[in-house]
Structures are given as C-alpha cells and as structure tokens.
Nanobody, 119 residues
C-alpha cells in the first residue's frame, strides 16, 4: 500500500523558516493535485497550500507571501511535494499533513508532522 512520508517539522523561533517534504513510498498514478493541510486541537483540518499537476497553486490567506509550495517533475516516481515556510508565526503551530488526490478520486494522507513556532 502506498504511503506518504513527511519530514522537516520541528521547533523554530518566530520569524524563522522550515521546509516540509512529502514523498510517496510507492508510485501513485494520475495525481491531480498535491497539498498541505494543518490542524490544531479542537479545530478542523484546513488547507494551507496546494498545487495541481499543471502547476497551478492555491494558498490560504494566512500563507500568502510567506509559504511556497512546489513539486518535483510530475514524471518523477517519488512525486515529492515541498512546502517552504518563512516568517513563521506562533499561530502557524500545528500538525501539518500532506495530501495527494488522483484523477480517479483516491485521496492519500501523510501521518502528519508537528511544527511548533515558539521562543
């Protein structure tokens, strides 16, 4: 079974940067979009950023100007998606999940990686 493996979370001071990475453990065919979501306790998971196969990006208002989503070549078997986060704020503290969606409607989720922004 294909799994999404995330890396790059951790503790950072306000104003700092982190880069999250997500790669599939196996090949996923016909990926339509890749994205990053985040969740804090007692709140719903929310979209942070997404990128389509064609390269179209979408950002939450809170992420615009600070976060950048990118992906490797769509023909790369690892199907890696990256999230570069700059100028981090305490309110960015959350568990971050990567998400892949195929044209056939299959949705894959990563296990989540903790990001903590604190001095």
């Amino acid at each position: 079974q294909v799994q999404l493996v995330e890396s790059g979370g951790g503790l950072v001071e306000p104003g700092g940067s982190l880069a999250l990475s997500c790669a599939a453990s196996g090949r996923i065919s016909a990926i339509n979009s890749m994205g990053w979501y985040r969740q804090v306790p007692e709140k719903e998971r929310e979209l942070v950023a997404s990128i389509t196969r064609g390269g179209t990006t979408l950002y939450a208002d809170s992420a615009k100007g600070r976060f950048t989503i990118s992906r490797d070549n769509v023909d790369n078997a690892k199907n890696t998606v990256l999230l570069q986060m700059n100028s981090l704020k305490p309110e960015d503290t959350a568990v971050y999940y990567c998400n892949y969606r195929t044209y056939g409607g299959t949705v894959y989720w990563g296990q989540g990686t903790q990001v903590t922004v604190s001095s």
